[in-house]
Nanobody, 117 residues
Framework: QVQLVESGGGSVQAGGSLRLSCAAS????????MGWYRQAPGKQRELVAT???????SYTNSVKGRFTISRDNARNTVYLQMNSLKPEDTAVYYC???????????WGKGTQVTVSS
């Protein structure tokens, strides 16, 4: 079993920055992919960014150049640095871990990010 605990959400004005963290504990086998998703009110959950255990990153187009995903494999922690935040980035952000060997998917409980104009 894997447990994920997110932190770092909050409220910020447009143009500001926030850094999200997600600490994973439990049976986290490599290779795996850690990532961030978000869900705005009335919308479906969408992928924001992912990073593999080998360090390969991917981003959804709307955050490219503004968000940076990183991870500390020794601490099983993934980060999301969010700069130049926009009101449309307002959402609940969820941490995710996908274990490739078992195809198991794990989710955190989410952290709220609110960007005001």
């Amino acid at each position: 079993q894997v447990q994920l605990v997110e932190s770092g959400g909050g409220s910020v004005q447009a143009g500001g920055s926030l850094r999200l963290s997600c600490a994973a504990s439990g049976s986290i086998f490599s290779p795996n992919t850690m990532g961030w998703y978000r869900q705005a009110p009335g919308k479906q959950r969408e992928l924001v960014a992912t990073i593999t255990s080998g360090g390969t990153r991917s981003y959804t187009n709307s955050v490219k150049g503004r968000f940076t995903i990183s991870r500390d494999n020794a601490r099983n922690t993934v980060y999301l640095q969010m700069n130049s935040l926009k009101p449309e980035d307002t959402a609940v952000y969820y941490c995710n871990v996908f274990i490739r060997s078992s195809s198991n998917n794990y989710w955190g409980k989410g952290t709220q990010v609110t960007v005001s104009s």
